[in-house]
């Protein structure tokens, strides 16, 4: 008899360790997903465009459509390739945060430029391809899949990055899954909501019993073109501001602390001044420092992309272009 209750007691340590490693794994998971901030606000940005244009009640398939196409590419190929990333050139992960830091600052800065250059060649605006609709909606899942895929490897780096050093491979593994679903649920569950909300409007002010539910209905409906335009401008702040921070703290990594050592310094100033909103303070001035660096970067790689890397892929893929 004292021996299974030694056995029990035993079960019951190893059960409490699994569970503490259980909440390990998914505020360790909380917090690499709260780094990725930025991409994750431009996912949800980028995405309402894709059905743009398509029937009511092809919206919803199509979404669901790219979440699958998003949750295959974090969890099929991103994440095996972070844990051999993690396990045999850890020391490339700071490179690659940089490279992925520089396509936000890129994009992120496109879209400033065509603001004011609408006409340029990298316009946001895209000519869409007559023919059939279900070969159309084709190609918007696996253009909308593609696109997910460059912002899915900077999301799975900066949480690879967020995690402590020398975690086990399960843990690792649990928390960027954790990260990956997590994400995409969130993202995909609002692109749904923001992409059936003017419906949702439209049929309140239709059926409405009340004049109050039907005013609410007309409203939303007002409101979703501006709030559409707020959130890809939020969606491109964050891309700039993230990835500026990215590559400044980078640099730092690298050895090159000069940028960020004088940022952090005019951030502490600015604090010292206003010491009733010190941490506010703080965090505004780093932010601002952080996304001007981003913007400024990001812009001179518009004329590096169009004039070398554009033809560059295009010459690979046999195309006059490949952006």
């Known amino acids: 008899m004292s021996g299974l209750l030694a056995l029990l007691d035993d079960v019951a340590g190893i059960a409490k360790i699994a569970a503490a490693s259980v909440d390990d794994v998914a505020g360790q998971a909380a917090k690499a997903g709260a780094k990725a901030a930025g991409a994750v606000i431009d996912d949800a940005a980028v995405t309402p465009k894709y059905v743009h244009g398509f029937a009511a009640a092809r919206e919803l398939p199509i979404v ?122 969130v993202v995909y569950g609002g692109v749904a909501l923001i992409v059936k909300a003017d419906d949702v409007g439209l049929w309140l002010a239709r059926v409405g019993r009340l004049s109050a539910t039907r005013a609410l209905g007309r409203g939303i409906v007002a409101i979703m073109p501006g709030f559409l335009s707020a959130l890809m401008a939020v969606g491109t702040a964050a891309m700039i501001w993230v990835g500026g921070s990215i590559l400044l703290h980078g640099t730092a990594e690298l050895g090159w602390h000069a940028p960020y050592d004088w940022i952090h310094h005019q951030a502490e100033a600015a604090a010292q001044a206003l010491p009733q909103a010190e941490g506010l303070v703080a965090w505004g001035v780093t932010a601002f420092f952080d996304g001007a660096f981003g913007l400024a970067f990001g812009l001179a790689l518009i004329p590096v992309v169009a004039r070398v890397i554009d033809p560059l892929i295009g010459a690979l893929r046999g195309k006059p272009g490949g952006h």
């Open 64 to 185: 669901g459509k790219i979440a699958l196409g998003s949750i295959r590419n974090k969890l099929v190929f991103l994440l095996p390739a972070a844990l051999l990333l993690s396990a045999f050139a850890p020391w490339a992960v700071t490179p690659l945060l940089m490279l992925g830091g520089a396509y936000l600052c890129f994009e992120g800065a496109e879209k400033v430029w065509h603001l004011f250059h609408p006409a340029a060649p990298y316009a946001d605006g895209h000519v869409e391809s007559a023919g059939d609709p279900g070969h159309l909606e084709a190609e918007k899942v696996s253009g909308a899949v593609k696109t997910d895929f460059i912002l899915s490897a900077e999301i799975m780096t900066i949480a690879l990055a967020a995690l402590p050093a020398g975690q086990p491979v399960w843990m690792q593994a649990m928390a960027l899954a954790i990260v990956a679903v997590g994400i995409t649920v």
